[in-house]
């Protein structure tokens, strides 16, 4: 929280238990917009200065990037469209959560069969 305080972004992240990770915590941003957020989270600074202090990451088993999108956004070509790029890209999304078998309770999917 100090760093967030001294970039003058304090108010833009809270931090927060998850039930994917066992130690530790998240760091949740409040809603935004994407251009909003591209300008003004400084999310590279807040990557280096994690790693820089040996933050684990996806090697732990316990990290996950968690990105909400409020559906009002999407119409019904938007939201199937999505649904259809998940499920044709299961193995592609499943290798890049880096997961391998832990916690990997996410990569539950709808049957597109229907």
Known sequence: MEFLKKQKIDDR???KQDGSINNGFEVV???FTIVY?????????IIKWLEKRNFMSY???ACGLHIHLDRDFFNELDITKL???FSANREHLYKFSK????????????????
């Open 37 to 45: 957020a591209h300008h003004h989270l400084k999310f590279q600074k």
């Open 59 to 61: 090697e732990t088993g």
């Open 83 to 85: 649904r259809l790029f």
């Open 29 to 31: 941003t409040h809603p």
């Open 99 to 114: 997961r391998e078998g832990k916690n990997d309770s996410f990569c539950e999917y709808e049957n597109q069969n229907h």
């Open 13 to 15: 992240y809270y931090f």
